[in-house]
């Protein structure tokens, strides 16, 4: 008690009034939980014209399923380490590493795969054409792996005929061993994408997350 009255004391000293303390302190604003966004993704209203792999030696049993305002799919996650080579991601990390990406950083450079969360959609094909479905370079995305939402952009493309990939930020800030060659994890991702969205600057995550949640919250209603 003593030490509530003594903080009075001083910000009446101060001339702050309890008010002004209040509307100074930040806002928190969290997004949908993984279970509402799951909630959304119970059924599958198959969009891409087959289903894709998940790895080259697998079978296609992934499909696009449209939802509105987003499309989602449920897939594994192989970890892509492409972009601007770094300590973690570089040609002797990773034996496919590639110095570019399909979507750039603001500065017009390569992402950096183990600083930014982004995530990989397949190659247009006759499989399915992404930008036919509303999404494009860094459209915004929801990421949930054991119970865990992480907000990401769309950064890079790959295979047509594989689903499943992100960065080595997205893998390893939901707990996915992020190692390239022998890291990421087998099944029980689920991926949303926010039809006709944008992350401005690209690299931004703060901005990421922020966009992410206000879509998200939108989508689940």
């Given at each position: 008690?003593?030490?509530?009255?003594?903080?009075?004391?001083?910000?009446?000293?101060?001339?702050?009034?309890p008010a002004?303390m209040?509307?100074?302190?930040?806002?928190?604003?969290a997004?949908?939980?993984a279970?509402q966004?799951l909630a959304k993704?119970?059924?599958?209203?198959?969009i891409s014209?087959?289903?894709?792999?998940?790895?080259?030696?697998?079978?296609?049993?992934?499909?696009?399923?449209?939802?509105g305002s987003?499309?989602?799919?449920?897939?594994?996650m192989?970890?892509?380490?492409?972009g601007?080579?770094t300590?973690r991601c570089n040609?002797n990390?990773?034996p496919?590493f590639?110095d570019g990406?399909?979507?750039?950083r603001?500065?017009?450079?390569?992402l950096?795969?183990d600083?930014?969360p982004?995530i990989?959609?397949p190659s247009i094909?006759?499989?399915w054409n992404f930008?036919?479905?509303?999404?494009?370079?860094?459209?915004s995305?929801?990421?949930?792996?054991?119970?865990k939402v992480?907000?990401?952009?769309?950064?890079d493309?790959?295979?047509k005929?594989?689903i499943?990939?992100?960065?080595?930020?997205?893998?390893?800030?939901?707990?996915?061993n992020?190692d390239p060659k022998?890291?990421g994890?087998?099944s029980?991702?689920t991926y949303?994408?926010?039809?006709?969205?944008k992350v401005?600057?690209?690299?931004?995550?703060?901005?990421a997350?922020?966009?992410?949640?206000?879509?998200?919250?939108?989508?689940v209603?």
């Amino acid at each position: 008690m003593r030490k509530l009255l003594l903080f009075s004391a001083m910000v009446v000293a101060a001339g702050l009034a309890p008010a002004a303390m209040a509307s100074a302190a930040p806002s928190v604003q969290a997004g949908p939980t993984a279970q509402q966004l799951l909630a959304k993704t119970t059924g599958c209203n198959q969009i891409s014209n087959g289903k894709y792999k998940t790895d080259e030696e697998t079978g296609r049993t992934i499909a696009v399923c449209d939802a509105g305002s987003a499309v989602f799919w449920k897939a594994d996650m192989d970890v892509d380490c492409d972009g601007q080579p770094t300590p973690r991601c570089n040609k002797n990390t990773d034996p496919w590493f590639q110095d570019g990406t399909a979507y750039p950083r603001s500065d017009g450079k390569a992402l950096i795969a183990d600083q930014t969360p982004y995530i990989v959609v397949p190659s247009i094909s006759s499989t399915w054409n992404f930008e036919k479905a509303g999404l494009k370079g860094a459209g915004s995305c929801a990421v949930i792996y054991n119970n865990k939402v992480l907000y990401t952009v769309i950064g890079d493309t790959g295979p047509k005929d594989i689903i499943g990939e992100a960065s080595y930020a997205t893998a390893k800030s939901l707990g996915i061993n992020p190692d390239p060659k022998n890291g990421g994890v087998d099944s029980g991702v689920t991926y949303i994408c926010f039809k006709n969205s944008k992350v401005s600057p690209t690299e931004d995550h703060g901005k990421a997350t922020s966009v992410g949640e206000g879509l998200a919250a939108k989508w689940v209603g």
